[in-house]
DNA sequence: ACTGTTACTGAACACGGTATTCGGTAACAA
DNA sequence: TTGTTACCGAATACCGTGTTCAGTAACAGT
């Protein structure tokens, strides 16, 4: 890839984070991100469709990154064990704490369901196995719905409440969600 | 009240509600509303400020109505009774039913967090003594969260199942959200 | 029926944000 | 060195929002 759209994505991408730090997603407008990224506005265009695309790909960035399989290969924390539902939502907790100063302005406003809605598609792979081991009158569909929006807000109240560890919060989301392995 | 302002504001929230069964609220336009309502762009504006500003309006009627506290009156059903918390959520979902055609078209998109944020408040009511009841090493204000969350999706996934009666929905939530009485 | 008030009308307008176009410049890779 | 590719930025078309204003129609009280 040509040096110079990999340091104008870079420019782009952080001048975009950086602005999520300060305001939610809805109210940055393309022309604030292209002033703080210092390029052209057709440059933004040609490497972004619209604002959405530009976070789509973010979003694919972090997924890509937080959902990784190569556990072991983590410095921060130690999973290279089992990998029960339990470890991977620790796992995918410690990593999105990396993201959490900004992932907080994507949360709040509109933006936050154009995330979600690419968290949950992650999610339901996550979830499906222990929806299968929970009994319930309730269809399946509504209890794997539920588990995810149950996660997805545990993680938008972190963003509000980041004083708590990844342990801490893993505990409180599977002491309210009814998980059984 | 002027009959030509009812009538007026009769016909916006028709069109409005009349948008919203077949499309989401981000997408409907002002000009669609003031074209389906047959009425001069000034005399939207003239009763509501904004867009945002009939959301909240029609929002505040459909709770007025649902959280009333005229159980008895009612005659789809009879809570004349008992009035705990989920005898409460029942009454709740009867009333819902009725708006949920498009109640939809609110929820999904983004006009469903300006609806939400409503819904939650009366929702802080409603589970703040359940919260209180249930011990648990996570914060309280994380499981009032956690509740209102599982509520209003619970809400959501019912207008996408739509098959479902009141009672029916009442069990799912009620047996996988830790509410204990 | 008259009168003052209030509500509705609709075209025109200012504004802000989005996305595109195009001629020109600078950086790259071979 | 040369052909390609990326970047630049001003100008522009477009769309949706919300306001203005002069004129018309409906209302309520006497």
Redesign the interface.
């Known amino acids: 890839m040509d040096r110079r759209q990999k340091k104008t994505r870079n420019a782009i991408f952080s001048a975009f984070t950086d602005l999520l730090r300060t305001e939610s997603y ?1 109210k940055i407008t393309v022309q604030q991100i292209i002033d703080k990224a210092d390029i052209g506005r057709t440059t933004f265009y040609s490497h972004f469709e619209t604002k959405d695309d530009l976070l789509k790909s973010l979003s694919q960035e972090i997924f890509d990154h937080v959902f990784s399989d190569d556990l072991d290969k983590e410095k921060t924390h130690d999973f290279s064990q089992n990998h029960g539902t339990g470890d991977r939502i620790l796992h995918i907790l410690y990593h999105l704490q990396e993201h959490m100063d900004y992932l907080s302005g994507i949360l709040s ?2 933006g ?2 154009l995330f979600m809605d690419f968290f949950k598609a992650y999610l339901v792979d996550l979830f499906t196995p222990s929806v299968r081991s929970v009994t ?4 399946e ?3 794997l ?2 588990m995810i ?2 996660f997805s ?2 993680i938008r ?1 972190w963003s509000r ?1 980041p004083q708590y560890s990844p342990d801490e919060i893993c ?2 989301f599977l ?2 969600t ?1 998980i059984s392995e």
Do not use: K, L, V
């Not at 319930?136 to 269809?139: D, E, F, L, Q, V």
């Open positions: 809805s406003g509109d936050g369901e319930r009158s309730a269809p569909d509504y209890i719905n539920h929006c149950d807000e545990t109240w409440n505990n409180f002491e309210s009814p």
